[in-house]
């Protein structure tokens, strides 16, 4: 099951905050987060596992709702050079990322 | 140190052939998972090798396989091409599942 990801797209200004969601109709162990540039490959950010553990990125956070299986990407203070797509992926391991559609973020000047 | 290779990054084929794509894992990475990237569907599990073998495979028809060596390479392979199997293919690797994948820059494949 596709997790869903809000908000679809996104166009801040240099310096403001950003929050994405990213929301499951099936139990999670844990989530991932990347992000993708125009022609690149997507980029780990962060796993957020079930019982609270968070491996990633030094200047991102996020949340894990274990109960309502939600996870949030907050991005402050956001530059120039956090613009791309960024995907949400549940599961892995054996069965593989199921990774949501996407939020498309623009970060201007 | 060196990050996941894919070869080759681009590819032109004509429907009804078929095609090989290679993957090269992060050194120490036994775990090597491809999807396939196109901009309607997203991206979508095809399938994951852990030590030569294949755990899971994602909803694709048989036309697509893969295998694993025992140096973790892995290759996939994709027969009787058709024109919707023009996409990105990317290749990851990881460490145990608890850990983020790290993705190769992909092979771009058309199918004309």
């Known amino acids: 099951q596709q997790p869903v990801q809000s908000p679809q797209a996104v166009i801040l200004r240099e310096g403001e905050d950003a929050v994405i969601n990213c929301s499951s109709s099936k139990a999670l162990y844990s989530v991932h987060w990347y992000r993708q540039k125009h022609g690149e490959a997507p980029v780990f950010l962060m796993i957020l596992l079930k019982g609270g553990e968070q491996k990633g990125h030094d200047k991102i956070s996020a949340s894990f709702n274990e109960k309502k299986q939600q996870s949030s990407l907050y991005l402050t203070a956001s530059q120039l050079s956090y613009s791309g797509t960024y995907f949400c992926?549940?599961?892995?391991?054996?069965?593989?990322?199921?990774f949501g559609k996407g939020t498309h973020l623009i970060i201007q000047p | 140190k060196a990050g996941v290779t894919q070869t080759p990054r681009y590819l032109i084929k004509t429907r009804g052939q078929q095609v090989t794509l290679s993957c090269s894992p992060i050194s120490g990475h036994r775990s090597v998972s491809w999807y396939q990237q196109t901009p309607g569907q997203g991206l979508q599990f095809l399938f994951e090798?852990?030590?030569?073998?294949?755990?899971n495979k994602g909803n694709f028809p048989g036309r697509f396989s893969g295998r694993q060596f025992s140096n973790s390479r892995s290759e996939m392979n994709v027969s009787t091409l058709e024109l919707g199997d023009s996409a990105l293919y990317l290749c990851?690797?990881?460490?145990?599942?608890?850990?983020?994948?790290?993705f190769g820059s992909g092979t771009r494949l058309t199918v004309v």
């Open positions: 990851a690797s990881s460490l145990p599942a608890d850990y983020g994948y790290t």
């Open positions: 090798y852990f030590s030569e073998t294949q755990r």
């Open positions: 992926g549940t599961g892995g391991g054996a069965d593989g990322l199921t």
